[in-house]
Antibody, heavy 117, light 107 residues
């Protein structure tokens, strides 16, 4: 049974870079032709899809992020990562990793990241 | 972007009730629509995909349907564990994927 687990700092200063990783267990990140996505949910708000990556390349990002986002896959470590530059308070949210590129049946538990000085 | 408009935003119901949540797309998404259930502090759970297909392990009381750009999630015989927030999500226009604003089902 595949499981996903987010990790990273819970507090990031404004203008800095938010970096998170999603560790995948129970399956290889290269198996099944799956894509790997990041989504987020601001406190008390709805869900926002951020982007996805495939293990052999091929990424797709939400244009609302204005080219601030990078998603990458580390096959050796069986994980994928999110890097969001130039963060502001508006980037405060619970960040979820998920398997899939269109609909999402497998999710991590989520990690709250607060942007504050 | 395709806008997904859910209604109502809040719904009060009782155990055993039949409840209906509606999601309207701003343009055609064909049947590329999913429904999720989210409980406080938890990740969303996929219930329905392709507008009406039941995800494995989801109880059959959850029913999805579609008519043009209007989609409906019906819960027949509301159970205590069904009190949660429900979201629709379109995946026809992949650039980008978009979600509805959510419907909170409360007692």
């Amino acid at each position: 049974q595949v499981q996903l687990q987010e990790s990273g700092p819970g507090l990031v200063k404004p203008a800095q870079t938010l970096s998170l990783t999603c560790s995948v267990s129970g399956a290889s990140i290269t198996s099944g032709n799956y894509y790997w996505s990041w989504l987020r949910q601001a406190p008390g708000k709805g869900l926002e899809w951020l982007g996805y990556s495939f293990y052999s390349g091929g990424t797709f990002y939400n244009p609302s992020l204005n080219s601030r986002l990078t998603i990458s896959v580390d096959m050796a470590k069986n994980l994928f990562s999110l890097s969001l530059i130039s963060v502001t308070a508006a980037d405060t949210a619970v960040y979820f990793c998920a398997r899939g590129k269109q609909r999402f049946a497998k999710w991590g538990q989520g990690i709250l990241v607060t942007v504050s000085s | 972007d395709i806008q997904m408009t859910q209604s109502p935003s809040t719904l009060s119901a009782s155990i055993g009730d039949r409840v209906t949540i509606t999601c309207r797309a701003s343009q055609s998404v064909s049947n590329w629509l999913a429904w999720y259930q989210q409980k406080p502090g938890k990740a969303p759970r996929l219930l329905i995909y392709d507008a009406s297909a039941l995800e494995t392990g989801v109880p059959s009381r959850f029913i999805g349907s579609a008519s043009g750009t209007e989609f409906t999630l019906t819960i027949t015989g509301l159970q205590p564990e069904d009190f949660a927030t429900y979201y629709c999500q379109q995946y026809n226009s992949f650039f980008p994927l978009t979600f509805g604003g959510g419907t909170k089902v409360e007692i």
